[in-house]
């Protein structure tokens, strides 16, 4: 299994600012994805985040305002850009060692004000 | 990924089996059936997968249909603790655990 920490665990930012969410992992995994639960609904995937390449990122989501950083197999950044209220949310670090199993983070709780 | 249909909600009595039903009409014959939960405020658990043949962990049974148009994830013993979403996630055995989430079904285990 793989243990994922995820920092801040929650936050609250002014609109037009910027945050970035760091995800660590306790062992080197294959795979690492971020993803997005706005209030009462499902999970959304961002992006996967490729170690030492540009994330590859699913429709309706862009690189200039979900920038992703991936140096190394353990750790992975999220940057949330120019917040609106509207990008309140849940996001989610996952990780996969190329198994049936994908690991999650308990989350980052951010508040747009 | 092929397209799933879960109740949105449903309701179990403490100690009794809870089963989930999900149906997946469009799987294609190299698509898995895999189970994940989220509880209030953590990150999604992952629970189960198969094929085709019923499957069995620690955790739950999970029990496809011969034509694996739908399958039920059952918990055979449910307790407070189970109180969660459920989401049933089709996709092939690919192994780069991307997953695509549907909405789920709300278990709500009642004393």
């Known amino acids: 299994s793989a243990v994922i920490s995820q920092k801040p665990s929650r936050d609250i930012c002014q609109r037009g600012t910027s945050l970035t969410i760091q995800c660590q992992v306790d062992?080197?995994?294959?795979?690492m994805f971020w993803y997005r639960q706005q209030p009462g609904q499902s999970l959304t995937l961002i992006a996967t985040?490729?170690?030492?390449?540009?994330?590859?990122?699913e429709s309706g989501f862009v690189i200039d305002k979900f920038p992703i950083s991936r140096p190394n197999l353990t750790f992975s950044t999220l940057t949330v850009s120019n917040m609106s209220p509207e990008d309140s949310s849940i996001y989610l670090c996952?990780?996969?060692?190329?198994?049936?199993?994908?690991?999650f983070g308990q989350g980052t709780r951010l508040t747009v004000v | 990924d092929a397209k799933t249909t879960q109740p949105t909600s449903m309701d179990c009595a403490e100690g009794r089996a809870a089963n989930l039903p999900c149906n997946h009409s469009?799987?294609?014959?190299?698509?898995?059936v895999y189970w994940y939960r989220q509880i209030h405020s953590q990150g999604p658990q992952y629970i189960i997968h198969g094929l085709k043949n019923n499957e069995t962990n620690e955790m739950a049974s999970l029990i496809i249909t011969e034509d694996r148009k739908s399958s039920t994830l059952i918990l055979p013993h449910a307790t407070l603790r189970d109180t969660a979403v459920y989401y049933c996630?089709?996709?092939?055995?690919?192994?780069?655990?991307?997953?695509?989430f549907g909405q789920g079904t709300t278990l709500q285990v009642k004393p």
């Open positions: 996630i089709v996709r092939v055995a690919d192994y780069t655990g991307k997953l695509i």
């Open positions: 996952s990780a996969s060692y190329r198994g049936p199993e994908a690991f």
């Open positions: 062992s080197q995994v294959t795979m």
């Open positions: 985040a490729n170690q030492g390449s540009e994330a590859t990122y």
């Open positions: 469009t799987i294609s014959g190299n698509e898995y």
